[in-house]
T-cell receptor, first 118, second 116 residues
Framework: GAVVSQHPSWVICKSGTSVKIECRSLDFQATTMFWYRQFPKQSLMLMATSNEGSKATYEQGVEKDKFLINHASLTLSTLTVTSAHPEDSSFYICSARVVAGGHYNEQFFGPGTRLTVL | AQTVTQSQPEMSVQEAETVTLSCTYD???????LFWYKQPPSRQMILVIR??????QNATENRFSVNFQKAAKSFSLKISDSQLGDTAMYFCAFILLRSGTYKYIFGTGTRLKVLA
């Protein structure tokens, strides 16, 4: 149980275009999901917290108009990188908070999406 | 501010040997959970072990165990009988329950290489 998927796993886009990344909880409902960004050989940097049915809460320094987050259902959150530029190239990871079945506020992570902006 | 420190950027261990990864944290809160996550080359984050701060008994999961010293704010991970598949980045993290945000605070990670 507690499987989180992400799609796509790898995307290449041209500078100025927008890219949407999906994060799904496959076998549970996730009221809270998180979006992270990870640079090579570094730790995960939290970008925003996504709560189902409400606006996302962004971390300081993260542009909300550039990284649009939507959590429209209990199993799906999306991150849209708008007008992407090469500096947005990174590894994006989502996670879902699980509070059931013996889990206590643990986050289960998706496999990540590698974004390359040309 | 809450912080997590992993002072060992890289470590190596011979296969079948035991290795300990260190983690210290700083918080004035008393109610929190601590976690160790593993990130292998595939980059999939995998939960290794969890410790509730109110529990005095150290958590164990097969070959993985922790040494939780609440007063010292220390949470080290011991890997026994190391296997090649244990090669990965290991991240220590904690979550404050009172905050209501459920956000993880991650350490900078320790890169572990298991040598054949």
């Amino acid at each position: 149980g507690a499987v989180v998927s992400q799609h796509p796993s790898w995307v290449i886009c041209k500078s100025g275009t927008s890219v949407k990344i999906e994060c799904r909880s496959l076998d549970f409902q996730a009221t809270t999901m998180f979006w992270y960004r990870q640079f090579p050989k570094q730790s995960l940097m939290l970008m925003a917290t996504s709560n189902e049915g409400s606006k996302a809460t962004y971390e300081q320094g993260v542009e909300k108009d550039k990284f649009l987050i939507n959590h429209a259902s209990l199993t799906l959150s999306t991150l849209t990188v708008t007008s992407a530029h090469p500096e947005d190239s990174s590894f994006y990871i989502c996670s879902a908070r699980v509070v059931a079945g013996g889990h206590y506020n643990e986050q289960f992570f998706g496999p990540g999406t590698r974004l390359t902006v040309l | 501010a809450q912080t997590v420190t992993q002072s060992q950027p890289e470590m190596s261990v011979q296969e079948a040997e035991t290795v300990t990864l260190s983690c210290t944290y700083d918080t004035s809160e008393s109610n929190y959970y601590l976690f160790w996550y593993k990130q292998p080359p595939s980059r999939q984050m995998i939960l290794v072990i969890r410790q509730e701060a109110y529990k005095q008994q150290n958590a164990t999961e097969n070959r993985f165990s922790v040494n939780f010293q609440k007063a010292a704010k220390s949470f080290s991970l011991k890997i026994s009988d190391s296997q090649l598949g244990d090669t990965a980045m290991y991240f220590c993290a904690f979550i404050l329950l009172r905050s209501g945000t459920y956000k993880y605070i991650f350490g900078t990670g320790t890169r572990l290489k298991v040598l054949a």
